[in-house]
């Protein structure tokens, strides 16, 4: 079970790119970097997931680096209800694996 | 993705009493995970739930504590039993739900319970 590092907490402002970075240098080779994210009072929600080539969907970009052992979520233009906890996850797509939580990246967008 | 409905929303509870959660999904899926939050803290598993077989607990959760149930495909119940104020968590379903061939966990909204 791969280890993810995160910084405890960020913000930015409003409308400008939220760069949330995760350590997973001991990630394996069959191992994908999932996204989630809560927001307060839900529950986590899915955001994107990448093995390593670079990923790009409607929330956010998944920037994976060549070594594989750290990623990049970008949000584009963040909002205000992008305020969140941001969770890096590492897992093998498929199977019954079931991914740990660590403490994630407290992510506050400000006006 | 797969649609997950949890009740209750939220509650509040005296010590010694038990409450039971339910969580319904929208469609057939194997496998079905309880994970709790305490309050400012990240998520735990505390078992996984499969039909037709006993759950599996993680370490440090025991059936005698959370007894769970999951009757057929689309349903589990979890129970909080015997409830002291250190219980008090959001209590979250989870199942994994493929999505473009990723293994993608969905969650319920979670089940706030307050044990007094």
């Known amino acids: 079970d791969a280890k993810t590092t995160q910084p405890t907490s960020m913000d930015c402002a409003e409308g400008r790119a939220a760069n949330l970075p995760c350590n997973h240098s001991?990630?394996?080779?069959?191992?994908?970097v999932y996204w989630y994210r809560q927001i307060h009072s839900q529950g986590p929600q899915y955001i994107i997931h990448?093995?390593?080539n670079n990923e790009t969907n409607e929330m956010a970009s998944l920037i994976i680096t060549e070594d594989r052992k750290s990623s990049t979520l970008i949000l584009p233009h963040a909002t205000l209800r992008d305020t969140a906890v941001y969770y890096c996850?590492?897992?093998?797509?498929?199977?019954?694996?079931?991914?740990?939580f660590g403490r994630g990246t407290s992510l506050i967008v400000h006006p | 993705s797969a649609v997950i409905s949890q009740k209750p929303s939220r509650d509040i509870c005296q010590r010694g009493t038990s409450l039971t959660i339910q969580c319904q999904v929208d469609?057939?899926?194997?496998?079905m995970f309880w994970y709790r939050q305490q309050p400012g803290q990240s998520l735990t598993l505390i078992a996984t739930?499969?039909?037709?077989?006993?759950?599996?607990?993680e370490s440090g959760f025991v059936i005698d504590k959370f007894p769970i149930s999951r009757p057929n495909l689309t349903f589990s119940t979890l129970t909080v039993s015997n409830m002291s104020p250190e219980d008090s968590s959001i209590y979250l379903c989870?199942?994994?739900?493929?999505?473009?061939?990723?293994?993608?966990?969905?969650f319920g909204a979670g089940s706030r319970l307050t044990v007094l």
């Open positions: 989870s199942v994994n739900f493929g999505n473009s061939g990723a293994n993608v966990l969905t």
């Open positions: 001991t990630i394996s080779g069959n191992e994908y």
């Open positions: 990448g093995l390593k």
């Open positions: 996850i590492v897992r093998p797509s498929g199977g019954s694996y079931i991914p740990t």
């Open positions: 469609s057939q899926v194997t496998m």
């Open positions: 739930a499969n039909q037709g077989s006993e759950a599996t607990y």
